[in-house]
């Protein structure tokens, strides 16, 4: 394994409680460390885009913007119906 | 809220420079006219009322539509959804090809992204789809005055079909479902139908609200066959009667602006899962559901479900027996629930009641409500 310059890395502090879990968690998986199981389950998370690029997000009406949702309420009132 | 059909609402609707340039771009593009159900089918692709679809059926999905009640990619899918060339032209739109389609006085209202034209057997597709070839039912009078040539591929909307009726009650499923989740309701039962509202269906709408958070009134104001009761009719009669009979904060009524096709139980299943589309959880099926004459047994739309499995569905059917007025249990009732005779319940065909208002007769109060009678009077005198 290539030792990683220092200088490229940052610490991150999780609880504890949080640390030790994970840690039994990874027994019997491969991952050789806490820090290597986050850095890969980040890692994933990251390649997705986040909830600030996306210009949809889930709600209980369905896939709409923020401004949909507006102009549908508004419509809805509009007609009567809220 | 329940998914809509296939997981995701569909939104083939564009807006702001989008809609400007693809409007732009229509201008330069061949023109096809729509009839009124492709109308009504394009403004419901587009509003997403027919998920998963994008646009109208490319021949793999038609075929498999029409053979085995699936879209190409095994999801249920029990109605073509097609669009049929109008000219020797359109017979020659090929794969990558784009075409304009408009309204009757020529507004361009969408662009089709064409990925294939094809040739179709209209005796075989009524066969299949409407079970039967005679010439008196209505949708295969409808497939013989149109091309055997269709055209499938994905729609854009730039403009909505213009409305002047019932404008105030023209809601999309994104706003059905806004309004449902505003209310609270989880649990939405869904009404469809083409005929006035009788007792016998305000009885089963009540059957359903009492199991139910809310209920979704939503007749069709589509194409219909010319001795239908006009729909101008119909939602006058539901207005009335949800202003006196009906708690306000239980029930919405919206139009469905889909054409009939009196498919009866491939009709029920198509009936149903737009309605998921709506934000609907359960969905009312009575006797012989869109059928016509006598093409269809009493309870064909009830049985059809059982071909698939209810999670393929995934809006739950209620399914009602025949409904009623019984003179001796003094009440409403359906023959899973009254043990008496016929000559003791109140039930009259559409056919009679036609001939009760021309005669200047009113329907029982057993069978309609006064309220209703005297609409359905005035409308007929």
Request: proline share 6%.
């Amino acid at each position: 394994m290539v030792a990683r310059d220092p200088s490229e890395m940052v610490t991150l502090k999780i609880p504890r409680p949080l640390y030790e879990r994970l840690g039994q968690l990874i027994e019997g998986t491969g991952f050789r460390s806490v820090t290597e199981f986050a850095t890969y389950v980040l890692r994933d998370l990251a390649s997705h885009p986040p909830p600030a690029q996306r210009p949809e997000k889930e709600l209980a009406t369905g896939r709409m913007t923020d401004a949909e949702l507006a102009a549908a309420r508004e419509r809805l009132r509009e007609l009567g119906y809220l | 809220m329940i998914h809509p059909h296939g997981g995701r609402l569909v939104n083939r609707m564009v807006s702001g420079e989008a809609r400007e340039q693809l409007a732009k771009r229509c201008d330069q593009l061949p023109k096809l006219a729509l009839n009124q159900r492709e109308l009504a089918d394009l403004e419901m692709i587009a509003a997403g009322a027919m998920s998963p679809l994008e646009g109208f059926l490319t021949e793999s999905d038609y075929r498999s539509v029409v053979n085995s009640m699936r879209l190409a990619n095994g999801m249920v899918w029990s109605i073509p959804v097609a669009l049929s060339a109008k000219s020797d032209d359109h017979r020659q739109l090929k794969s990558g090809d784009e075409v304009a389609l408009v309204d009757e006085a020529g507004r361009a209202l969408a662009v089709m992204a064409v990925d294939d034209c094809y040739e179709v057997d209209h005796d075989y597709e009524a066969q299949m789809v409407l079970r039967t070839n005679d010439d008196g039912h209505p949708g295969v009078q409808y497939l013989q005055s149109i091309s055997p040539v269709y055209i499938g591929g994905t729609i854009t909307m730039i403009r909505r079909p213009e409305h002047k009726d019932f404008v105030r009650h023209r809601l999309e499923p994104k706003e059905t479902r806004v309004l449902f989740s505003t209310r609270g309701w989880n649990r939405i039962a869904a009404f469809q139908t083409r005929n006035p509202i009788h007792r016998a269906h305000e009885y089963l709408q009540k059957c359903a609200l009492e199991v139910t958070d809310g209920l979704l009134i939503h007749p069709l104001v589509g194409e219909t066959k010319s001795d239908d009761i006009p729909a101008d009719v119909r939602m006058r009669c539901y207005e009335e009667l949800i202003s006196k009979y009906y708690p306000s904060d239980r029930v919405v009524l919206s139009v469905f602006p889909a054409a009939m096709r009196y498919a009866g139980p491939r009709e029920a299943i198509f009936h149903a899962l737009v309605r998921k589309n709506y934000g609907c959880t359960h969905f009312i099926v009575g006797r012989d559901h869109a059928g016509v004459g006598s093409y269809y047994g009493t309870y064909d739309a009830h049985a059809i479900f059982g071909e698939f499995e209810p999670q393929e569905i995934d809006i739950t059917p209620l399914f009602f027996d025949h409904a009623f007025f019984c003179r001796v249990c003094g009440n409403m009732a359906t023959t899973k629930t009254c043990p008496h005779g016929k000559d003791e319940h109140v039930f009259l065909s559409g056919t009679k009641v036609r001939e009760m208002l021309g005669k200047g007769e009113l329907p029982p109060a057993e069978f309609t409500r006064p309220e209703v009678a005297k609409l359905l009077a005035e409308a007929s005198g």
